[in-house]
């Protein structure tokens, strides 16, 4: 209530930068964002208050991917291509407006989410590019360049992007370190052995990306196509100080190759319906070899090999400007093919699904309506229903089918011109990970090796949501978030039997839970506080769970479910020396992870990052970061037990605190075109 008081006194002193608040949309115009001197649109996004860019989540099928970003009114047909890099392609100079849209609003899909944007394009205006070069500069002499180079145009009704990425990049978690290994005996005092850790990570990648959007039977297509290409390599090497000194040495190399090619197709049927088709196949080949020495040498691998492919169909009608209605399915046809192997000291180890080949043939069918009866009160409601058939042959065979329902409804009320009050009730079904489904290796941390689980069923979950929202000085804005889960079907950890007796953790189903969370979003203009071109923007989320642990019968929390999250940027705009400055901070966190026969504990410190940016013309930008200013470091403690952990018998300690250094990144771009 004292936010409202204050923001109705604000207000009344101030313009508002677009349409009515009331109505759940608010414009943005290119000039809210004249004294930044944005180049594309995700910096344009990076200045729009009450909003943080969600890229949406890596499932399966289309329905559910989402991020809350929409161009023209449509989502990207690309689902394997980060949402932030397609914003960078498309220029400043190209856009109308962007419209915030909090709540919903009639012939908006809004994907679950609670705010998102669409941003609106202007027609024409020939081609238009970018050159980038950056150079990253680590703490311990390497030095990681890449280059961006990005086109679009148009040729009347006709657009195209494309978009060239390559360059290396630095594992900014690795860096020297120490640590402690503490090994029980018996009655007697533990064994204790300092270690040295000297870790290092770092990759090299390249990507493609093109667009091409044509009129085509009364209506018009968009085809996007990517290819991608990446090589990772750690080493996680450790000195034992003991007499005489010993070594363990640990190195993972991971080779990854995706291509995504997509189209979507839009035609109005009519003045009030408008009919949409998404076609999309995307394939990923992955290769993972990790190997450790500490005198027994352990060699394990992976090769995996998955695609999927998507076709969807969504009528849209739309008979007033209070009303809309959907109606639509989707069909998703996703396939594994995943071999894994261990050796130790050459010998071969029998890994429980160590061959798995699995796939999923999933069925959806949807029907949403939004309808706003008065100025001050939305309602949107859709129901989904879900149905999907999984089989798996080679190690694990099994079939089995699995099908939900699942309702969803969201009631926003705004009370006044500046505030906005919002409700959910949805019962939300997680999808299934294919990576749970293959075995994996962790030899750093001391988890050795994990092995995969075909026969999981996704997580459900019945969720109540509240939010408040309240806009003030214009431009700021302050929001509070209440969620609750009920949770059935957890996905945790628990043991599996290998055909030789020998025991290994894997991803199992370990019962029911529920989760909390308490959210607070913020975006404050600094000029009433006499700061000229100031923002301060940042959310953080408190998190509380509960779930029966399997192996104690106690009460716990959800494995690496993070308590808290933060992040803060301050920018400040100073137009008359061209340029804007600011940092960067993502909060730190803590992680417990739980598995039958051990606990593992993360804490990683806060990442600050100051820049400067500079344009001495309007054409070309110079940006400046220090990533890690405070040169966090990231702490990783290991509990191994003998046994399962109720059977009481006393676990050994790995404690490790790795020490990455500050780096230097320095951007140099060049718009090209108008």
Do not use: C
């Not at 109606?327 to 050796?343: K, R």
């Not at 043991?495 to 199992?508: L, S, Y």
């Not at 702490?635 to 018998?649: D, E, S």
């Amino acid at each position: 209530m004292l936010l409202y008081v204050l923001a109705q006194a604000a207000v009344a002193a101030a313009p508002a930068p677009a349409s009515a608040p009331q109505q759940g949309v608010i414009s943005y115009p290119p000039s809210f964002f004249e004294s930044f001197q944005p180049a594309n649109v995700s910096d344009m996004l990076s200045r729009v208050p009450g909003f943080t860019l969600d890229s949406g989540d890596q499932v399966r099928g289309y329905e559910g991917s989402a991020g809350n970003v929409l161009i023209d009114g449509e989502r990207p047909a690309t689902k394997s291509e980060d949402l932030d890099q397609v914003l960078r392609r498309i220029p400043a100079s190209r856009v109308e407006r962007i419209d915030l849209i909090r709540g919903g609003a009639p012939g908006i899909d809004m994907q679950g989410k609670s705010v998102i944007v669409n941003v609106v394009r202007k027609a024409g205006g020939g081609f238009r590019g970018v050159a980038a070069v950056a150079m990253n500069n680590s703490w311990d002499g390497r030095h990681v360049p890449s280059i961006r180079l990005e086109g679009s145009g148009d040729d009347g009704p006709r657009r195209w992007e494309l978009g060239l990425l390559v360059g290396g990049y630095v594992d900014d978690g690795y860096g020297k370190g120490d640590g402690l290994r503490v090994t029980p005996n018996g009655a007697g005092p533990p064994t204790v052995i300092p270690i040295d850790v000297d870790p290092e990570g770092d990759g090299l990648n390249g990507q493609l990306t093109g667009v091409y959007e044509t009129p085509l039977l009364g209506g018009k297509v968009r085809l996007n196509g990517r290819l991608f290409s990446e090589k990772y390599k750690a080493e996680d090497n450790s000195l034992l100080r003991i007499v005489p000194p010993a070594v363990e040495r640990n190195t993972d190399i991971i080779r990854t190759d995706d291509t995504e090619i997509g189209g979507t197709f839009t035609r109005r049927l009519g003045p009030k319906t408008a009919l949409e088709v998404v076609g999309l196949r995307q394939t990923r080949d992955q290769a993972i070899d990790s190997d450790f020495d500490d005198g027994v040498a352990s060699n394990f691998a992976l090769r995996r090999e998955s695609s999927e492919t998507i076709g969807r169909s969504v009528l849209k009608h739309r008979p007033s400007d209070r009303l809309s209605f959907e109606g639509g399915g989707e069909i998703a046809i996703n396939e594994l093919d995943s071999v894994t192997s261990l050796f130790v000291n050459a010998a071969p180890i029998n890994l429980p699904a160590a061959d798995v080949r699995v796939k999923e043939e999933r069925i959806e069918a949807f029907a949403k309506a939004v309808w706003r009866p008065t100025d001050a009160w939305t309602f949107d409601g859709s129901v989904r229903y879900e149905r999907s058939h999984i089989s798996s042959a080679g190690d694990v065979v099994l079939g089995k089918t699995l099908q939900y329902v699942k309702p969803r409804l969201f009631v926003t009320w705004a009370p006044g011109a500046t505030t906005q009050v919002r409700f959910r009730a949805e019962r939300e079904v997680g999808q299934l990970d294919f990576d749970d489904f293959v075995a994996k290796a962790d030899f750093a941390s001391g988890s050795g090796v994990n092995a995969g689980n075909p026969d999981l069923d996704p997580e459900q979950a019945w969720v109540g949501e509240a939010a408040i929202e309240q806009r003030f000085w214009a431009s700021g804005s302050v929001t509070l978030t209440f969620r609750h889960s009920e949770i059935q079907d957890v996905v945790d950890r628990g043991p599996v039997f290998a055909p030789n007796g020998g025991v290994f953790d894997r991803p199992e189903n370990i019962g029911d839970g529920t989760k909390d969370e308490l959210g607070v979003q913020f975006s404050i203009p600094l000029q009433r506080v006499g700061v000229t071109g100031g923002l301060l923007k940042g959310e953080v989320t408190r998190r509380w769970s509960s779930v029966t642990d399997p192996t104690t019968g106690r009460k716990r929390g959800i494995s690496n479910l993070r308590p808290v999250e933060w992040e803060a940027t301050y920018t400040q705009d100073v137009p008359a020396w061209k340029l804007t400055y600011g940092v960067d901070a993502f909060g730190g966190f803590e992680e417990t992870a739980y598995s039958f026969n051990r606990i593992r504990y993360r804490k990683l410190h806060t990442f600050v990052r100051p820049f400067i940016e500079y344009r001495p013309r309007p054409d070309w930008n110079l940006r400046l970061e220090i990533p890690n200013a405070t040169a966090r470091n990231l702490k990783i403690t290991v509990l191994n037990y003998p046994g399962p952990r109720n059977a009481g018998g006393a676990p050994s300690l790995e404690d490790r605190e790795y020490h990455p250094g500050r780096m230097i990144y320095v951007r140099i771009r060049k718009t090209l075109g108008g």
